[in-house]
């Protein structure tokens, strides 16, 4: 029991006597760097921005040092613009100091590990610090499209999403180009906004939309643009494909050009009416429709739907036009519709005129001719007393 005892004694005094050690974030004094790991590039001096920290309650003159710094390297303190082997921190606050690296000549590669430690009156923190010497990649750029090929017709807008890569260990700003056939224009954006150039930094990637559209009615097919990101001598390229798939494109017009007829208050009169499709893909299942004046009606034959019109081509229909019974003389707008299932409607402005029915014509010359013939036998018969 009592040699217990002496043992417990000796350890208690051992804790009691024993230095406060930190590790970066405990204890009453603090050292650490935000970069504890850095890779260098052969040829250049490593440096570490430390930071101390006073977690106590008296002011501390704290003394620098490295230990386990490899043989043949030299550390220096700086701070203030000189060289420094202490720092002096009031309770609660921390100073800033770096420390600076020179490596022995020649030294190309390899990993080197060592402490840096702060002491002030039988207090110490540490913190691992560590040095990688290694060639720093060269610009290299990669460029990915998620999808490639997209369809549409010639007015669609195709969008392309692409990520942009450096793969590098240098920031770069990227130049971005694109080569496009006849009849397109293309641009990059960035956050909704039109850029030509991008920077990137190292080992990092950036998201792009390219938009290419067609300015120009072109024939169904596949295109090809050619995407291409360049910067510090590295090159990326990728392909894009925009499908333009043909669409119909209707028209209405008559076998002579004019849009304008003639008709007569309450009866039918027939216009020719010509339905071309000069886009590139056939018109399905025409339905034609008038937009005429009140009281009106429109008739179409042989019938108000076209199955089909094929591209090129056009078919011949007649409106029956009949104005309103109460229809007074002088010109009205007729509008007739054709809109296909798939595409665009087209439409056509009609200028009919209605006219006097003959009828009241003939009825107005009989009524003349009745009040001449009374008058003259009136007069004959007066005439002879």
Do not use: C
Not at 198 to 224: D, M
Not at 294 to 323: C, D, H, L, M, Y
């Amino acid at each position: 029991m009592r040699g217990l005892r002496w043992l417990a004694l000796i350890i208690l005094l051992a804790l009691v006597t024993a230095p406060a050690f930190a590790q970066g974030t405990s204890g009453e004094l603090v050292i650490f760097t935000r970069y504890p790991s850095r890779i260098i590039e052969p040829g250049k001096t490593p440096y570490f921005d430390l930071t101390i920290k006073n977690n106590g309650t008296v002011p501390r003159t704290i003394r620098l040092e490295v230990k386990g710094l490899p043989e043949g390297w030299t550390a220096t303190f700086r701070g203030g613009g000189d060289i420094v082997q202490a720092v002096f921190v009031q309770p609660g606050e921390e100073a800033s100091v770096s420390l600076r690296l020179e490596p022995p000549a020649g030294l190309s590669s390899g990993s080197f590990s060592f402490q840096v430690v702060a002491e002030s009156s039988g207090v110490t923190a540490s913190f691992p610090l560590e040095v990688v010497f290694k060639e720093k990649l060269p610009p290299k750029l990669s460029m990915e499209v998620e999808l490639p090929t997209l369809k549409g017709t010639s007015t669609s807008t195709f969008r392309y999403d692409v990520t942009v890569k450096n793969e590098g260990d240098e920031d770069i700003t990227v130049n971005l180009s694109a080569e496009a056939p006849k009849g397109f224009t293309v641009s990059f954006k960035s956050i909704g906004k039109d850029v030509s150039s991008i920077p990137i930094k190292a080992n990092s990637s950036e998201r792009l939309t390219v938009e290419v559209e067609p300015f120009a009615e072109l024939p169904a097919g596949s295109y090809s643009i050619n995407l291409r990101a360049e910067g510090h001598e590295a090159v990326a390229t990728a392909t894009v494909v925009a499908e333009i798939t043909g669409q119909p494109r209707l028209s209405i017009t008559t076998p002579d050009g004019r849009l304008s007829g003639q008709a007569y208050a309450g009866r039918e009169s027939p216009i020719k009416i010509i339905i071309r499709n000069t886009g590139s893909a056939p018109a399905y299942g025409v339905r034609l429709s008038a937009s005429e004046p009140s009281g009106w009606s429109v008739k179409f034959e042989p019938k108000e739907e076209i199955a089909e019109i094929p591209a090129g081509n056009q078919v011949e229909v007649t409106a029956k036009v009949r104005p309103g019974e109460k229809a007074v003389a002088g010109d009205y707008m007729l509008t007739i519709t054709a809109v296909p299932k798939e595409g665009s409607s087209a439409s056509a402005d009609f200028r009919i005129t209605v006219l006097t029915s003959t009828l009241w014509g003939v009825v107005g010359i009989g009524i003349i001719a009745v009040a001449v013939l009374v008058v003259a036998i009136a007069v004959m018969r007066f005439g002879r007393r």
